[in-house]
């Protein structure tokens, strides 16, 4: 059974950090680009950030770059999200999901089911 499952999520006030973590299983972790995705209230989904199947290569959105870090640890089969100096535009469903490598187009082959950050004061 392939999972992904996402925790860390909470309330933070504004220039906060939090940290996400997605574990997963049922599936060679190791040959999977990892993305993070969110959803605020009311939007669609935006990506946020990737990671390559080895850990190597990263890209950020330009709303997040110089704020988030994303890693990885195959030996764990776990992905991170490190969110610091948090604003209330980061209020969001985040969202883990995976793409094999080298497919040679775009779709996710498998989703979690979110967890939630909410920025208030």
């Known amino acids: 059974e392939v999972q992904l499952v996402e925790s860390g999520g909470g309330l933070v006030q504004p220039g906060g950090s939090l940290r996400l973590s997605c574990a997963a299983s049922g599936f060679t972790f190791s040959n999977y680009w990892m993305y993070w995705v969110r959803q605020a209230p009311g939007k669609g989904l935006e990506w946020v950030s990737s990671?390559?199947?080895?850990?190597?290569?990263?890209y950020y959105a330009d709303s997040v770059k110089g704020r988030f870090t994303i890693s990885r640890d195959n030996a764990k089969n776990t992905v991170y999200l490190q969110m610091n100096s948090l604003k209330s535009e980061d209020t969001a469903l985040y969202y883990c999901?995976?793409?094999?490598?080298?497919?040679?187009?775009?779709?996710?082959?498998?989703w979690g089911k979110g967890t939630l950050v909410t920025i208030s004061s």
């Open positions: 999901a995976s793409m094999v490598a080298g497919r040679g187009y775009y779709v996710m082959d498998y």
């Open positions: 990671v390559n199947s080895v850990g190597g290569t990263t």
